[in-house]
């Protein structure tokens, strides 16, 4: 069963940037998978930031669109999560996910419910 920890998380002041890992082991990142990232706040829902479909496009929300980039380093088996002109708004505890799809692009990967998930890191980003 894949397994995934995340890993970069921490405080930065707003304007600032932050670079998450996600370290993925019991298996082996391919275009095989869909892969995400997903954020949480307190009292809000969970909501995607990044998509990476197996045509290696990448999708984004408009919240994070420009400001974010998804990427897999396949010789390591990690996915990162670049984030810059990081805003308040940005607050949340950071997830990533995958999912064993065969072949999705990134659009249809951006609807999936993902089967594998990590624990979580926190990110805060203060004004």
């Known amino acids: 069963q894949l397994q995934l920890v995340e890993s970069g998380g921490g405080s930065v002041q707003a304007g600032g940037s932050l670079r998450l890992s996600c370290a993925v082991s019991n298996g082996y990142i391919s275009n095989s998978y869909c892969m995400g990232w997903f954020r949480q706040a307190p009292g809000k829902e969970r909501e995607v930031v990044a998509t990476?479909?197996?045509?290696?496009?990448?999708i984004f929300p408009n919240s994070t669109e420009g400001r974010f980039t998804i990427s897999t380093d396949h010789a390591k088996n990690v996915l990162y999560l670049q984030m810059n002109r990081l805003k308040p708004e940005d607050t949340a505890m950071y997830y990533c996910?995958?999912?064993?799809?065969?072949?999705?692009?990134?659009?249809?990967?951006?609807?999936?419910?993902?089967?594998?998930w990590g624990q979580g890191t926190q990110v805060t980003v203060s004004s």
């Open positions: 990476l479909g197996s045509d290696g496009n990448t």
């Open positions: 996910a995958a999912e064993w799809v065969g072949w999705l692009s990134a659009k249809a990967c951006a609807s999936r419910a993902y089967d594998y």
